[in-house]
């Protein structure tokens, strides 16, 4: 059984050599045509063995916690897999962050290596990030203003070493540790061990029926780093990662017609512009087999007109996971389309689909206390909704150097690690589960709890509503639930009070929803996570309105 994840890049550097393994934008010819560097499979696994030996006789070895902090390129994905073949345990943590919670986890990490590009090494001089801990420091590209190793001197120490190929591992070994966007709290160091990503190989392949040979473009970087171990090509779009709502539409479409993209990994945010540009100009793109969107619920509109663009066998998928446990269940847009809509927006919730095969996951009652084994929870029954939890081989078991928070949400079941979602929702009579939104985004009233999931795709099916966001003014349990509306852009504000009316209208037809009376239009965009661009950051709108909003009350 493969443990090191590295293993299977070697094992594709056998089996298909002069495969192109990755393609990287590298600026323009002189007749203004996009121009693209590339390496093989077998250049691939050459160059990383070199840098997994360059980077172990500097001091980069087993065990050692590296940050890496360097912008998607033939770099990164040579940097990441020579890391997993030395041993080292890379530290990925979101670069859009504000630097006081980016020193915060790098110190959480306690890194002993930096590897970056000279920006990522200017804010570690300047705000002294993990000072304490570190011991190497490697520039990437650019100038080098302060001491440390160039990515040169990695090769040249590495030069000569033979073919070391990856180190030998223990499947419990530590592989990583990613952090989490921090989008309804602080960010979180996930421990990954190399079991968990083998496993996520694993589970993706067989969730999505992906073959050796596809093009892919994935929008969101880490995300091809799975590509090697899924015998894919990688196409790095020209695009901002950290932007996925705003990045251009005609370069993505210009990038899949040229490659023949079969497989696109893209934020809700993302694909709804895609969609959205692709719609109005009828664009359709044959080869493109399979969309998969994630980090957020897809509006059922956006996956509507995205199925338009592709071939009449396309598919497209919405897997429903987290930073801790990836993939949980995974839906088609085909059966969410034929069994939610009409649901989703009369307060369903959203449908996220089957539990994978290797996962279970059950439901437990809500609660925000911290639970150390399974028989000090309580189960419910289908139909009910509460916490969702996992037990799988992808379930991580620990938050680095953060017991407390590994407390609340971890839990033993005889041997295994039970991870606590966070997130809240129910299994239908047919076994489906589904999303009703985060447990600590839940709206308490005196009549009772409201759920995001629930309360949203009401007030988002009205046609001049782009999205909107619960939240609550007051102490938890006796919460004055307000819907936040951000509006399509054309909505003049003279409209806002008849708007109010007609969502006034929308809600009291629901049961879980009639009591809902407040309405307060944001003037701008809504706050989103940085990862993804498409989860809502309802704490700060929950602030705005409890403070500065202009509430519109709908008296009946």
């Known amino acids: 059984m493969t443990a090191n994840i590295a293993e299977h890049l070697t094992r594709m550097a056998v089996d298909r050599p002069h495969q192109i393994a990755i393609f990287v934008p590298a600026g323009q010819d002189r007749f203004g045509r996009q121009a ?22 500097v001091g980069i070895g087993q065990g050692v916690r590296t ?6 390129s033939l770099e990164l994905f040579l940097l990441m897999f020579a890391l997993f073949k030395a041993g080292a345990v890379p530290v990925l943590v979101d670069p859009g962050i504000d630097r006081a919670a980016l020193g915060q986890c790098l110190a959480q990490a306690e890194p002993a290596a930096f ?19 570190l011991r190497q420091r490697v520039w990437v590209g650019g100038p080098r203003f302060a001491p440390g190793l160039r990515l040169q001197d990695l090769y040249t120490a590495g030069s000569g070493q033979g073919e070391r190929g990856s180190v030998q591992v223990d499947p419990e070994d530590v592989a990583a540790i990613l952090f989490t966007s921090g989008s309804t709290g602080v960010p979180k160091g996930v421990v990954y061990r190399h079991r968990h990503f083998v496993a ?49 539409p005609v370069r993505l479409i210009a990038t899949i017609q040229d490659f023949g993209v079969s497989n696109l990994f893209g934020s809700p945010a993302l694909v ?40 009449a066998d396309g598919q497209l998928w919405t897997p429903y996971g987290a930073t801790e446990c990836l993939p949980v269940a995974v839906v088609e847009s085909a059966e969410l389309l034929a069994t ?17 095969p290797a996962n279970q996951v059950r439901i437990i009652a809500l609660d925000d206390q911290p639970h150390a084994v399974w028989s000090d929870v309580v189960e419910l029954p289908r139909g009910a909704v509460g916490e969702i939890t996992v037990r799988g081989p992808t379930a991580t ?33 047919a076994g489906r589960l589904w999303f009703c939104g985060r447990k600590s985004q839940r709206v308490t009233t005196a009549q009772g709890t409201l759920f995001t999931e629930k309360v949203e795709p009401v007030c988002n099916s009205h046609p001049q509503v782009y999205r909107s966001a619960l939240v609550g003014i007051g102490p938890a349990g006796a ?18 009070q008849r708007i109010a009316r007609e969502l006034r209208d929308l809600v009291r037809r629901q049961a879980e929803t009639a009591g809902i009376c407040r309405f307060a239009v944001y003037p701008r965009a809504f706050p989103v996570d940085i990862r993804h661009n498409a989860k809502i950051g309802r704490e700060k709108l929950a602030q705005w309105a409890a403070t500065s909003g202009r509430i519109i009350v709908i008296e009946d």
């Not at 080869?287 to 592709?310: C, D, H, N, Q, Y």
């Not at 041997?415 to 966070?422: K, L, N, P």
């Open 115 to 133: 590897i970056g590009i000279p920006l990522a090494h200017l804010g570690r001089l300047r705000y002294g990030w993990a000072r304490r801990t």
């Open 67 to 72: 940050v890496l902090m360097v912008r998607p």
């Open 340 to 356: 939610a809509k009409g649901s989703t927006d009369h307060g369903a919730g959203t449908l996220v689909g089957h539990v994978l």
């Open 397 to 429: 078991d620990q938050y680095f150097g953060l017991p407390e928070m590994t407390a609340r949400a971890k839990l033993r079941d005889g041997d295994a690690v039970v991870h606590r979602m966070g997130d809240v929702g129910y299994f239908d009579e």
């Open 200 to 248: 996520q190989v694993e589970l993706l392949r067989e969730a999505f029926d992906i073959r050796p040979g596809e093009i892919d473009l994935p929008t969101f970087p880490p995300f091809a780093l799975f590509d090697p171990a899924l015998g894919m090509t990688t196409v790095i779009p020209s695009m901002d990662p950290t932007r996925p709502a705003l990045a251009d």
């Open 479 to 496: 919460q004055q639930p307000v819907v936040v509306l951000e509006l399509e852009p054309d909505v003049d504000r003279q409209e806002h």
């Open 272 to 311: 709804d512009t895609l969609s959205r540009y692709g719609a109005v100009r009828c664009i359709r793109l044959p080869t493109l087999r399979r969309v998969i969107s994630a980090g957020a619920p897809v509006p059922l509109p956006v996956i509507e007109r995205m199925r338009k663009m592709l071939p």
């Open 36 to 57: 693209h560097t590339h390496l093989t499979y077998a250049q691939l696994e050459a160059q990383t063995n070199q840098l997994a030996a360059g980077l172990t006789a």
